[in-house]
């Protein structure tokens, strides 16, 4: 079964400062794709940056890169010059497609809650 | 072009009534996905439906939890005989395509079980 792993369940980081948040995950799939979202006080989600994980550079999102390493299964949200905004809950996905109906679904990590320090 | 709709926003229920809880999704888009987040945890998937049609409910608990799609209207995500562990935030997401594309969900139902 497919898992995602988010290993660090809060950070905070000054402003201005970068910030990298980590995610691993386990599938046997070749073909698949990676997203951070970004979960505010709001509840809202807010999708942050996504990797095609047939792509080998690195997704950019303006403050926002991902370090995707596909062979250790690594998929870790750098966040440069960190603004009081950013302060939210952040979720690692990975979407599959499942074998028996054909669903592309959407798998979470647990999150890691970002503070960020005035 | 409006976003993913979800109401209500809270929605307080006591034990043993029934949750309604509805989905409009962006237009155009033909497929819905409903998620659920415990506290403090992440997403999980419960089911996915397009237009008149139940196509994966592998993540929907099998009794008292049904959805629909019909064709005109909101999907509804219906919790008959609520119980206190079914307090949870409620997203539902829309696609134009069942594919790797993005999924864009709403703003999420939060229920509370007294």
Known sequence: AQTVTQSQPEMSVQEAETVTLSCTYDTSESNYYLFWYKQPPSRQMILVIRQEAYKQQNATENRFSVNFQKAAKSFSLKISDSQLGDTAMYFCAFMKKEGTSGTYKYIFGTGTRLKVLA | ?114
């Open chain 2, 1 to 114: 072009n409006a976003g993913v709709m979800q109401n209500p926003r809270h929605l307080v229920r006591r034990r043993g009534q029934e949750a309604r809880l509805r989905c409009s999704p962006m237009k155009g888009h033909s497929h819905v996905y409903w998620y659920r987040q415990l506290p403090e945890e992440g997403l999980k998937f419960m089911v996915y439906l397009q237009k008149e049609n139940i196509i994966d409910e592998s993540g929907m608990p099998k009794e008292r939890f049904s959805a629909e799609f019909p064709k005109e209207g909101p999907s509804i995500l219906r919790i008959q005989q609520v119980v206190r562990g079914d307090s949870a935030a409620y997203f539902c997401a829309s696609s134009p395509f069942n594919s790797y594309n993005e999924q864009f969900f709403g703003p999420g139902t939060r229920l509370t079980v007294l």
